[in-house]
């Protein structure tokens, strides 16, 4: 088998050296065949050596790895982008809601290893650029505007302020956007809590609703409290959750 040809941009050379030393003892698939300490150097690099996979680091002196990664977008170079991160909330959010592959460092052998066999599988050059553009839209975003959902065929990318709410089928997730159209997606309703953490409109209201505020309609604090979304299905508001609701829904009033 071929293996794949990587580059690692990093300004750090501690870091380039701990990611070179795990790539040779975790994989034999991928061969690293340049090393960048910023981004100018690492897009010369590229254009060198045409790799198959970029290991790059989101914040460097000068250009970062974002603004690398959207030249090489709008140059139609597409190698496959590992993105390596310190601890960084925002980052996290905008990889999340993008699916797409980070490492976090330190890095993870194991977290290395999966990353690695997903770029060894074949997607679509079209949908990786497209998870990529909505990356960069999010990461540059004050708030996140695109949710990429995972399907059997690939992703698709949803307006987040567009959905109404999200409802749990078991290990699936029923997604309302309007009373015309409805996902259904092979991931729990966790999936996407997590992955819309930090997106203050979404919150879990009940053990099956995850709701987006900006889409409520009106809320009736007769009985358990009930709340009446933009479609109008109405949604039992949980009495361990009332807290939370109130707290988001002052959040959102300032």
Not at 12 to 35: C, F, G, H, N
Not at 46 to 64: A, N, Q, R, T, Y
């Amino acid at each position: 088998m071929t293996k794949l040809k990587a580059i690692i941009i990093d300004d750090s050379p501690q870091a380039r050296k701990l990611l070179l030393m795990m790539l040779e003892e975790y994989t034999k698939d991928l061969e690293v065949i340049a090393e960048a300490e910023q981004a100018t150097q690492g897009l010369d690099m590229i254009k060198k050596h045409h790799p198959d996979v970029i290991f790059l680091d989101i914040e460097m002196p000068g250009k970062s790895g974002i603004q690398l990664a959207e030249q090489l977008l709008n140059e139609n170079i597409t190698p496959a982008i590992i993105f390596t991160t310190a601890y960084n909330d925002y980052a996290l959010k905008a990889f999340r809601l993008s699916a797409i592959d980070y490492l976090l460092k330190p890095i993870n052998e194991t977290h290395l290893q999966e990353a690695i066999e997903k770029i060894k599988k074949a997607h679509p050059k079209v949908e990786e650029e497209k998870k990529l553009k909505t990356f960069i839209t999010n990461y540059n975003t004050a708030f996140p505007k695109t949710l990429s959902i995972p399907t059997s065929t690939g992703y698709q990318f949803l307006k987040i302020d567009t959905i109404l709410y999200m409802k749990a089928d078991g290990s699936y997730t029923h997604i309302f956007v309007n009373k015309a159209k409805t996902m259904t997606v092979s991931k729990n309703l966790k999936y996407f809590e997590t992955a819309l953490d930090g997106c203050s409109q979404f919150i879990r209201v009940h053990r099956s609703y995850l709701i987006n505020l900006l889409q409520m309609k009106k809320f009736d604090k007769q009985n358990r409290g009930e709340i009446i979304m933009n479609d109008d299905n109405i949604i039992d508001l949980a009495r361990d959750r009332r807290d939370d609701f109130f707290k988001s829904m002052e959040k959102l009033m300032l």
